[in-house]
C-alpha cells in the first residue's frame, strides 16, 4: 500500500535554480519524512516533519506540510549538481497501529552544472 | 561507525535457487524491515521484525523468508517461489516502529538478477 505520491516524477533543473517536490498523501498522519537516494546507493534520512508542524528548515532544505490538503513540499534552494538524486516522502500510518513508514514512488531530480 | 551492513552488493541468481541477502547494523536498534526497489515503483515492504525472534509481513512477503535469531541480524531469503525477483532490496532499521523521531536507517542495498 502506498500512501505518498510525489509530483513532479522527475525535474530537471539548472544549477542554482530552486527545485520543489510535492507530495501527497490520503490518512492522517502523526509526521511525515523526506530521504534522499543517489543512483544505486541506500536512502538518507533528510528532515522530518510533525503533524503539527507547518514548515521545518535544515540547511538549504524547506519542508512545508498542509494537513489539511494532507500534501508536503520540499524545497531545495540553490541546487548544486551533486543534489542530482531521487528524494522520497514518507509516512507513518497511526490509525493502523504500529506500522512502518510507506514510502511513496520518488521525484527524480537533475540538477545539470 | 555505526550502521546497516548489506552483502552482497551484487548477487547472479539461477531461476529455481534460493539466495539470502545478508543485514547487519550496530545501532542497537529494535527493528529492522526490507524493502524491495523496482523502478518506478518506489519502496515496497518485504518484511519486518520489531524485536528479536518476532517479524511480521508487508506488503509483498510472498516468495520471501526473514529470521531474526539476534538483535543486530535480520537476513532475507528470496525462494524459488518468488516469481519475479530480480530487484534492488533495501534493509533499514529504526530505533523501533514507532519512535518520536521514527527516522529509518538504510543500508546500501543489494542487487538481485536472476539469470
Known amino acids: 500500500s502506498q500512501q505518498g505520491e510525489e509530483d513532479p516524477q522527475a525535474l530537471s533543473i539548472q544549477e542554482g535554480e530552486n527545485a520543489t517536490m510535492n507530495c501527497s498523501y490520503k490518512?492522517?498522519?502523526?509526521?511525515l519524512q523526506w530521504y534522499r537516494q543517489n543512483s544505486g546507493r541506500g536512502l538518507v534520512h533528510l528532515i522530518l516533519?510533525?503533524?503539527?508542524?507547518r514548515e521545518k528548515h535544515s540547511g538549504r532544505l524547506r519542508v512545508t506540510l498542509d494537513t489539511s490538503k494532507k500534501s508536503s513540499s520540499l524545497l531545495i534552494t540553490a541546487s548544486r549538481a551533486a543534489d542530482t538524486a531521487s528524494y522520497f516522502c514518507?509516512?507513518?500510518?497511526?490509525?493502523?497501529?504500529?506500522?512502518?513508514?510507506?514510502f511513496g514512488k520518488g521525484t527524480r531530480l537533475s540538477v545539470i552544472a | 561507525d555505526g550502521g546497516i551492513t548489506q552483502s552482497p552488493k551484487y548477487l547472479f541468481r539461477k531461476e529455481g535457487q534460493n539466495v539470502t541477502l545478508s543485514c547487519e547494523q550496530n545501532?542497537?536498534?529494535?527493528?529492522m524491515y526490507w524493502y524491495r526497489q523496482d523502478p518506478g515503483q518506489g519502496l515496497r515492504l518485504i518484511y519486518y521484525?520489531?524485536?528479536?525472534?518476532?517479524?511480521q509481513k508487508g506488503d509483498i512477503a510472498e516468495g520471501y523468508s526473514v529470521s531474526r535469531e539476534k538483535k543486530e541480524s535480520f537476513p532475507l531469503t528470496v525462494t524459488s517461489a518468488q516469481k519475479n525477483p530480480t530487484a534492488f532490496y533495501l534493509c533499514?532499521?529504526?530505533?523501533?516502529?514507532?519512535?518520536?523521531?521514527?527516522?529509518?536507517?538504510f543500508g546500501e542495498g543489494s542487487r538481485l538478477t536472476v539469470l
Open positions: 533499514a532499521s529504526s530505533i523501533r516502529i514507532w519512535a518520536p523521531t521514527g527516522e529509518l536507517f
Open positions: 490518512t492522517s498522519i502523526n509526521n
Open positions: 516533519i510533525r503533524s503539527n508542524e
Open positions: 514518507a509516512t507513518d500510518l497511526p490509525d493502523s497501529g504500529n506500522t512502518p513508514l510507506v
Open positions: 545501532l542497537n536498534h529494535d527493528a
Open positions: 521484525s520489531q524485536i528479536v525472534n518476532d517479524f
